[in-house]
């Protein structure tokens, strides 16, 4: 199992591009999250979804979108990049809620922007 | 939203036990405990979780006191490799409910010979 894969892992946007990070898991998990840390800083919830078909806010969620189409893919889409999106950009998922379950987290995509 | 507060950092020696607590004084009733560990360039790794009393791992055991706004992460005889960031997190994540995980800025353990 790779577990939890994102994709790529650096990448550098001009203010106003637009890009897709990519989140796909292998554990068949119901749960998926996108989290964003800033340097020194803990995770801050982006968007979640507890099955496909699914998604809703998290704590910061302006500037992003996503969708669940499968189980397993889960992307984060960044319409209108901005310098305060600049951040690590987590993963995750869970077989179920993360009140009771461990989350799963992927390796991170280092996002800057100039 | 429980709001957690731990200590920004901490230094240990290799074979001590280190203890991490956290406060999470405003926890509600169905919010559960849960302890990630994050080395530099990589996502948080689970440690442990608890709703009360004490639960115990292969790498580490969680005490809940019965009122529940603490909890304390203890490392049995840590080593170098144990050098990270720790993670409290406390929420009750339920469908629809919207954002209750917290992270908060976590703890930085270093682990010196």
């Known amino acids: 199992n790779a577990g939890v894969t994102q994709t790529p892992k650096f990448r550098i946007l001009k203010i106003g591009q637009s890009m897709t990070l990519q989140c796909t898991q292998d554990?068949?998990?119901?749960?998926m999250y996108w989290y964003r840390q800033d340097p020194g800083m803990g995770l801050k919830l982006i968007y979640y979804s507890v099955g496909a078909g699914i998604t809703d806010k998290g704590e910061v969620p302006n500037g992003y979108n996503v969708s669940r189409s499968t189980t397993e893919d889960f992307p984060l889409r960044l319409e209108l990049a901005a310098p305060s999106q600049t951040s690590v950009y987590f993963c995750a998922s869970s077989v179920g809620t993360a009140s009771n379950q461990p989350q799963h987290f992927g390796d991170g995509t280092r996002l800057s922007i100039l | 939203l429980a709001k957690t507060t731990q200590p920004i950092s901490m230094d240990s020696y290799e074979g001590q036990e280190v203890n991490i607590t956290c406060s999470h004084n405003?926890?509600?009733?169905?919010?559960?405990i849960t302890w990630y560990q994050q080395f530099p360039s990589q996502g948080p790794r689970f440690i442990i979780q608890?709703?009360?009393t004490k639960v115990t791992n292969e790498v580490a055991s969680l005490f809940i006191p019965a009122d529940r706004k603490s909890s304390t992460l203890s490392l049995p005889r840590v080593s170098l490799s144990d050098t990270a960031v720790y993670y409290c997190l406390v929420g009750d994540f339920s469908a629809g409910g919207g954002n209750k995980l917290t992270f908060g800025t976590g703890t930085q353990l270093k682990v010196e010979l």
């Open positions: 554990m068949n998990h119901n749960y």
């Open positions: 608890g709703y009360k």
């Open positions: 405003n926890i509600a009733t169905n919010d559960y």
